[in-house]
């Protein structure tokens, strides 16, 4: 039972990244120096989706379910909701680097926001460099 809670905490704690590297941006706009810590994810996650790696999260979460005497993402509510946005089925290579132009590109636009508000913050504004 506990490689069960492992294995779930780690899906939780995946889908949870993802989703800091696709809406984080916007709590950067809130709390700028939280893009320390974006940035660096969004460089990851991009990388992950164009190279085409398998994030750790994932092994690390099957062998749990392995120690926990699962086989696979069946039964309960966090394997039939979490599971299929994190394992997509149907999951092909131009899908993957389409979902890491998506995540760039959302993150683009959020920190040229926060860029020209800093900016717009700046003794003299747009005029000086």
Known sequence: MTWRVLADAVLVL???FIAFVVLGGLFVLRWPRLAWFHLPAVAWAAGI???GWI???TPLENRLRALGGESGY???FI???LTSLIYP???TRTIQIALG???VGVNLAVYFRLWKRWRGKRPGGDSHF
């Open 89 to 91: 089925a149907g999951l």
């Open 79 to 81: 394997h039939h909701y």
């Open 14 to 16: 995946h889908f949870a």
């Open 74 to 76: 069946s039964g309960g």
């Open 49 to 51: 989706s164009f190279v």
């Open 55 to 57: 994030c750790p999260l």
């Open 101 to 103: 132009v998506f995540v």
